[in-house]
């Protein structure tokens, strides 16, 4: 099978990220977690590319200064992803109604504490509050439960 290759972007703002709480479509597996925006490449898209059509299309958002902050690697099954990460603190625009969920803005120490998401998600986003140096992050899931995850080559605890 074919891996799916993504793009994810915290945005930024006054000590907050900007959290997608996905809610509003069908058949979901991310269902009623929060996480940032992205989606995945069209045809011939680089990751710069796909992250700021993506947050455009999400958020209304146009991004002016992003940073790509590691490689996130997802396995679970036959199912194999490869997304980009990114934060951004630069932008221009309003945000608009997003048909995957609600938008809001929300400190980061909750983001990353107390909202619900997947279990690696919440790995990924220590690392980029403790402003780790760009990293390669491998998590696999067996019945939607983290098993194990493996940052720079080091298997880390789950």
Known sequence: MEAELTTLCYIEKDGKYLMLHRTKKQNDPSQDFWMGVGGHFEHGESPDECVVREVKEETGLALTDYHLRGIVSFSEGDWYEYMFLYSADG????????????????????????????????????????????????????????????????????
Not at 113 to 139: A, C, V, Y
Not at 149 to 156: F, P, Q, S, T, Y
Request: proline share 3%; aromatic share 12%; hydrophobic share 40%.
């Open 91 to 158: 932008f221009t625009g309003e945000i608009i109604e997003c048909n995957e969920g609600d938008l809001l803005w929300v400190e980061k120490n909750r983001a990353v504490n107390e909202l619900t998401s997947w279990e690696g998600d919440k790995i990924f986003l220590r690392l980029m509050q403790e402003e780790h140096p760009f990293f390669s992050l491998k998590l696999h899931y067996e019945n939607r439960k983290l098993k194990y995850a493996v940052l720079d080559g080091k298997e880390i605890p789950v």
